[in-house]
């Protein structure tokens, strides 16, 4: 074995597959408040949806989960799923059409990398949306290396970014 392997950089996070206690519930968030498309859907117990045509970034089904109460809080699983938007300006419009919808957010971070909205799902599985900043603009330590930390975003700062 190479103890020295390092995975190709072209590699990349292809969906993330969710179990749900309610499918449409589900669908209703992921499609009609986020805005992600139904690709495909098998009869009442799964379905496929993306942005921007690809054959899914996120799959949701009820396989061995129809019914069932959220997982605890303090135990393993998934902690949350990021989805990163290509600007700033459109981490604002979905800020903006959360706020109309009244949809409550679990918190709002400066990452200082990237500027980040949370929030759970109907079943409460974390879901966090984000831009990243350009890469040169990372703050990064005196030695060099990469800084990463947790502020309060600018929520006013972010939906002047819809002027």
């Known amino acids: 074995m190479n103890e ?36 495909t859907r098998y ?3 799964a379905a496929f949806i993306s942005a921007g045509g690809y054959h899914h970034h996120i799959g949701l089904n009820t396989w061995h989960s129809e019914g069932a109460p959220p997982a605890p809080t303090y135990g393993v699983g998934l902690f949350h799923t990021a989805i990163v938007y290509p600007e700033r300006k459109d981490l604002a419009v979905i800020f903006d059409r959360l706020q109309r919808a009244d949809y409550p957010l679990t918190g709002a ?19 966090e949306l984000y ?5 040169e603009q990372w703050p990064h ?10 502020r309060a975003l600018d929520l006013e700062g972010l939906l002047r970014e819809l002027d």
């Open 4 to 39: 020295h392997y390092v995975i190709p950089s072209q590699t990349r996070i292809g969906h993330v597959h969710l179990k749900v206690s309610d499918l449409e519930r589900s669908l209703a968030f992921y499609c009609d408040l986020l805005g992600f498309e139904l690709t």
């Open 43 to 45: 009869g009442g117990q």
């Open 109 to 127: 971070s400066d990452h200082g990398v990237s500027e980040a909205l949370y929030l759970d799902d109907p079943d409460r599985n974390g879901v």
């Open 131 to 135: 831009w990243d900043r350009p890469k």
């Open 141 to 150: 330590l005196p030695d060099g290396s990469l800084t990463m930390y947790t």
